[in-house]
């Protein structure tokens, strides 16, 4: 997949979470001022890319290069950074960095995990509970992405 793709996964995302908020069909998630829609929006299409940080030629790693050269070093493309740990430690530290943002880093997850799920369609899935290198795929789809094809993790 494409970054404007998961872009894309990340906009639907929001889209989902801040409906359920106008409707108030949860009750934790009181309805969002304009302000805190467009933050969910905003929040959701960084977290929508923010897997691909292990790629140093995505989005992402060319705005992080370090990070993003020593998450390929360490785990790899496909690796660490797509898994349900991943989605665990970017919540985690965003809560520990923004305490009053509970909600924002929920939406962060919730774009970085509608990224996992359309790898899932890309030919070789994802390790979706690593360290285990059980591969998690929905279908096989041929993308236009070069970093979708090109190995198995």
Same mark, same amino acid.
């Given at each position: 997949?494409?970054?404007?793709?998961?872009?894309?996964?990340?906009?639907?995302?929001?889209?989902?979470?801040?409906?359920?908020?106008?409707?108030?069909?949860?009750?934790? +998630?009181?309805?969002?001022? %304009?302000?805190?829609? =467009?933050? &969910?929006?905003?929040?959701?299409?960084?977290?929508?890319? /923010?897997?691909?940080?292990?790629?140093?030629?995505?989005?992402?790693?060319?705005?992080?290069?370090?990070?993003?050269?020593?998450?390929?070093?360490?785990?790899?493309?496909?690796?660490?950074?797509?898994?349900?740990?991943?989605?665990? +430690?970017?919540?985690?530290? %965003?809560?520990?960095? =923004?305490? &009053?943002?509970?909600?924002?880093?929920?939406?962060?997850? /919730?774009?970085?995990?509608?990224?996992?799920?359309?790898?899932?369609?890309?030919?070789?899935?994802?390790?979706?509970?690593?360290?285990?290198?059980?591969?998690?795929?929905?279908?096989?789809?041929?993308?236009?992405?070069?970093?979708?094809?090109?190995?198995?993790?």
């Amino acid at each position: 997949m494409t970054y404007r793709t998961h872009i894309l996964g990340g906009v639907a995302a929001a889209a989902i979470i801040t409906t359920v908020s106008a409707r108030g069909c949860l009750e934790f +998630l009181p309805p969002l001022s %304009t302000p805190a829609v =467009f933050g &969910s929006f905003v929040a959701a299409m960084i977290g929508s890319i /923010l897997p691909d940080i292990d790629q140093p030629t995505s989005m992402v790693g060319k705005t992080l290069p370090i990070i993003s050269r020593l998450m390929r070093g360490a785990f790899g493309h496909r690796g660490f950074c797509h898994s349900l740990l991943f989605l665990a +430690l970017i919540y985690g530290i %965003t809560m520990t960095l =923004f305490s &009053s943002m509970k909600f924002y880093a929920l939406v962060l997850c /919730l774009g970085a995990g509608s990224h996992l799920l359309f790898d899932m369609f890309n030919r070789p899935g994802i390790p979706l509970l690593w360290p285990l290198k059980i591969q998690f795929r929905l279908a096989k789809i041929k993308t236009e992405s070069q970093f979708g094809t090109k190995r198995s993790c």
